[in-house]
């Protein structure tokens, strides 16, 4: 059984707080087709209470998260606009590793995102 999981966290870099609220979904993706795995919402500190993908469920492959964070920056107040710049955010990404913590993060603004590979 793989011993690897993924995570995520979710920042608030307008505000400089976490992202309390914020709905993520996982997808599987093989080609053309996406599969979704989990839907999860942000906890008070910006992160999941359980891994998203977790210890027995993690493989090799192809993922994509999306964070819904038209939804989230209404609710918190950001400017209003429509349609919103940033509404839903795809980050695809590998696992190529079966045994590593995989942790993608998202630094998020009303007008810009960055992620990485966190530890």
Known sequence: MAEGYLTTHVLDTARGVPAA???????????EE????????????GRTDSPILPKGAFAVGVYELVFRAGAYLDAAGA???APRFLDEIPIRFGISDPEAHYHVPL???????GTYRGS
């Open 79 to 81: 400017a209003p606009e």
């Open 21 to 31: 609220g914020l709905e993520i979904e996982l997808f599987t993706v093989a080609g």
């Open 34 to 45: 996406r599969r979704s795995l989990a839907r999860m919402v942000t906890n008070a500190d």
């Open 107 to 113: 630094l998020l603004s009303p007008f810009g995102y």
